[in-house]
């Protein structure tokens, strides 16, 4: 079972950057896509951006020209840079190994304790 540990988080102010770092243990294959999402309310969370070895990454609108995912296949680490940021960007962010196949998206790994990224204005 891959075990995640999202880190890099902290205080920024609004316009700043931070990039965060997840770093994931056990099986990791080419072909799983590594994703990031943000908390939202309750703890719900919505998908920021993912990648996958030969595929386009991709980004929420929201985050368009703004945020840069990146992958280290070899070090099993997955990052997202984050430029220009929001204050309405602040939560907790959490990085996931996941693979999609017929059009659904499945996880065998447990969700990490996160990172928090807090934007002041």
């Known amino acids: 079972q891959v075990q995640l540990v999202e880190s890099g988080g902290g205080l920024v102010q609004a316009g700043g950057s931070l990039t965060l770092s997840c770093a994931a243990s056990?099986?990791?294959?080419?072909?799983?896509?590594f994703a990031w999402y943000r908390q939202i309310q309750g703890q719900g969370r919505e998908l920021v951006a993912e990648v996958q070895n030969g595929y386009r990454n991709n980004y929420a609108e929201f985050v368009k020209g703004r945020f840069t995912i990146a992958r280290d296949d070899a070090g099993n680490t997955a990052y997202l840079r984050m430029d220009s940021l929001k204050p309405e960007e602040t939560t907790v962010y959490y990085c996931n190994v996941e693979t999609f196949a017929y059009g659904l998206r499945t996880s065998g790994a447990l969700w990490g304790q996160g990172t928090q990224v807090t934007v002041s204005s």
């Open positions: 056990g099986k990791i294959f080419s072909e799983n896509v």
